[in-house]
T-cell receptor
Framework: DGGITQSPKYLFRKEGQNVTLSCEQN?????MYWYRQDPGQGLRLIYY???????QKGDIAEGYSVSREKKESFPLTVTSAQKNPTAFYLC????????????????FGPGTRLTVL | KQEVTQIPAALSVPEGENLVLNCSFT??????LQWFRQDPGKGLTSLLL?????REQTSGRLNASLDKSSGRSTLYIAASQPGDSATYLC???????????FGTGTRLKVLA
């Protein structure tokens, strides 16, 4: 079954704690993305990676960190420096470079809802 | 810098009505435009992708059009059903970076 999986579905964090959200894809996609979604707002890009061992900051990277050691995996760590982490986090992947950008489709995981206690 | 806007922010219609959702973008040099559906508490599901060389794409009761010169795309939903109730978002990939720029979405409610 091809697709993107995110775990856990729900996550609770205490003040001052780092937590890591998992994102795995078996679509053979080069690029992977992390977005944050707050109620009534659109998606805001946190980090993205176009290729293994490379990633770039998005629009709201402060307080977050990522790694891309494997093509299939793009974990996101929410650090204690992120002052307002309660949100819905979405992982996505896209760009099979052989297909080309014009036909590229972005696929999303089911999301992780993070709540700060 | 590319900006994507969706109007209206929310829409309620009676079942069976045909409706149009709008998406506007500021930079017409786009690779493609994608429409998504999001149900509450869920991830996004891709509905349609229109390549920059295309004028429209159809899937079932959905038809998406693209007019690059005016910076607009519309999503037409025919014979709406309560199951169509969801938030609909459009997105375009930014040139060079391949970052996707999303609109804030239109929240649709179809009343039975």
């Amino acid at each position: 079954d091809g697709g993107i999986t995110q775990s856990p579905k729900y996550l609770f964090r205490k003040e001052g704690q780092n937590v890591t959200l998992s994102c795995e894809q078996n679509l053979n996609h080069d690029a992977m993305y992390w977005y944050r979604q707050d109620p009534g707002q659109g998606l805001r890009l946190i980090y993205y990676s176009q290729i293994v061992n490379d990633f770039q900051k998005g629009d709201i990277a402060e307080g977050y960190s990522v790694s891309r050691e494997k093509k299939e995996s793009f974990p996101l760590t929410v650090t204690s420096a992120q002052k307002n982490p309660t949100a819905f986090y979405l992982c996505a992947s896209s760009i099979n470079r052989l297909a080309g950008i014009s036909t590229d489709t972005q696929y999303f995981g089911p999301g992780t809802r993070l709540t700060v206690l | 810098k590319q900006e994507v806007t969706q109007i209206p922010a929310a829409l309620s219609v009676p079942e069976g009505e045909n409706l149009v959702l709008n998406c506007s973008f500021t930079d017409s040099a786009i690779y493609n435009l994608q429409w998504f559906r999001q149900d509450p508490g869920k991830g996004l599901t891709s509905l349609l992708l229109i390549q920059s060389s295309q004028r429209e794409q159809t899937s079932g009761r959905l038809n998406a059009s693209l007019d690059k010169s005016s910076g607009r795309s519309t999503l037409y939903i025919a014979a709406s059903q309560p199951g169509d109730s969801a938030t609909y978002l459009c997105a375009v990939p930014e040139r060079r970076t391949y970052k996707y720029i999303f609109g804030t979405g239109t929240r649709l409610k179809v009343l039975a």
